[in-house]
């Protein structure tokens, strides 16, 4: 398997595999760090504690990363997504199959990458996507993970499933594409929020009303458009929704921490250090709701915070004390 996509989530599914037994190459499109990677063999930026097994091999030329491998599998940021895609394309052979662990709307014309795939590579590929509460430091130490693999072909996602199982990693494969993808693409919004309220001291009560309300609007968002409404009760729903918010690895939850404590935007992202998707997943999610007639107070107010200068603390109050915009959200929800 050639995995594309040399981050910390990308580094972390391609040791995964090579560990679980699978010949994988490894590619990412700065071939400066990846002539680091070959050297050091280990990604000493983002998973330094996870050095590269013998039969994972970093190939800086993606036509000979796509040429090694039998499948493919892409990790690269949602807004990059459709330019690998179109470079994947020519490359592709007959009865090769394509996975994604990439996770939110495209910005500009509001579709899942599920969407974006059908239309670059066509509906004759078969394609699945990989979502659920994983870390990418966490999957990189071997500590034990479950995930979901999602694929219209039943055949594939059972396949998928079982080929990244193994002694600490349990794979659960499913049908739902849309719910899992609606899933990943809201999560890391809510978790911007979770931020937001933690670091203002709203208490746990608001994180997990936060959670609670919205896993709800997640759902109405998933439902109106295809999804499986049990679907958002498992890993790839609610899981992922409880990590990103509640764990300060999560880079989402980082940034609402971030904001929460005066910083803007640009200085939340600079802080970072990495591509926090929710950012732009918070405009995305809004302008989709919005062509559905989905109600999504929670993340209409959190896209507020990040692009209209909203005030996490808002000025409104009363005998509970100051709550704010995002407070507010969560407590006018029915």
């Not at 330019?83 to 996975?99: I, K, Q, S, T």
Request: glycine share 12%.
């Amino acid at each position: 398997m050639a995995v594309l996509g040399a981050g910390s989530w990308g580094t972390a599914l391609a040791v995964h595999l090579a560990r679980t037994g699978h010949q994988t190459v490894l590619w990412g499109r700065n071939a400066a760090q990846m002539a680091d990677l070959a050297a050091a063999r280990c990604n000493t930026r983002y998973l330094p504690l996870t050095p590269f097994p013998a039969s994972l091999r970093v190939e800086p030329d993606l036509a000979r990363a796509v040429a090694a491998a039998q499948e493919l599998l892409i990790a690269v940021p949602s807004h990059g997504f459709r330019e690998c895609l179109e470079h994947v394309a020519p490359l592709l052979r007959n009865g090769m199959r394509v996975a994604w662990a990439t996770k939110g709307f495209e910005l500009d014309s509001g579709k899942l990458p599920h969407q974006v795939a059908n239309e670059v590579l066509g509906n004759a590929v078969p394609k699945a996507v990989l979502s659920g509460p994983t870390f990418a430091r966490e999957v990189g130490l071997g500590l034990p993970t479950a995930m979901t693999v999602a694929s219209r072909d039943q055949a594939y996602a059972l396949a998928l499933a079982r080929a990244l199982s193994g002694q600490h990693f349990r794979a659960y494969a499913s049908t739902d594409v849309i719910g899992v993808e609606v899933g990943g693409a809201t999560k890391n919004v809510l978790a911007i929020g979770a931020g937001i309220s933690d670091g203002l001291g709203f208490g746990a009560n608001t994180r997990v009303a936060l959670i609670t309300r919205g896993l709800a609007e997640m759902m109405r968002l998933g439902v109106a458009l295809g999804a499986d409404k049990d679907t958002f009760m498992g890993l790839a729903g609610l899981g992922d929704l409880v990590l990103t918010c509640t764990d300060d690895q999560s880079r989402n939850r980082r940034f609402g921490l971030a904001l929460a404590a005066g910083k803007s935007t640009a200085e939340a992202q600079r802080e970072i250090g990495q591509v926090v998707e929710g950012v732009l997943a918070a405009r995305a999610v809004r302008n989709v709701a919005s062509n559905h007639q989905v109600e999504m107070p929670i993340a209409e107010q959190i896209c507020r915070v990040i692009y209209e200068g909203l005030a996490p603390r808002g000025s409104r109050g009363g005998a509970d004390g100051p709550r704010g915009e995002v407070g507010d959200a969560v407590t006018s929800l029915g």
